[in-house]
């Protein structure tokens, strides 16, 4: 059976350098779940009070190494290109840009 600690951490999904491409689906169905605008606010990177409570949640989900690594991101769409960088190799791309 697969390591499933990236599951839930504080109340959200665990982002952390194993099982990335898990984790980078789940974290898109929370954020799509908690409300469906947000994820529309991350994909294209737009600066409003949804992007503040998505940086939020993507926050909550990282390890105390990763928080210090987004502190400088603004959008929570550059978080999430951040990470893929740091763990899938490449610029994030998200299910509607496929």
Not at 6 to 17: C, E, M
Not at 57 to 74: A, F, T
Not at 75 to 90: N, V
Request: negative net charge; glycine residues 6%.
């Amino acid at each position: 059976m697969a390591n499933q600690d990236w599951l839930i951490a504080k109340g959200v999904p665990l982002l952390n350098g194993s099982d990335y491409e898990i984790s980078k689906i789940i974290i898109e169905s929370y954020l799509m779940v908690v409300n469906e605008d947000i994820w529309l606010f991350v994909i294209y990177g737009e600066r409003n009070e949804l992007n503040i409570e998505a940086n939020e949640i993507i926050m909550k989900g990282l390890s105390k190494p990763d928080v210090d690594k987004m502190r400088h991101c603004e959008l929570a769409k550059e978080m999430l290109d951040r990470l893929q960088c740091l763990y899938g190799g490449e610029r994030y791309t998200t299910q509607e840009e496929l």
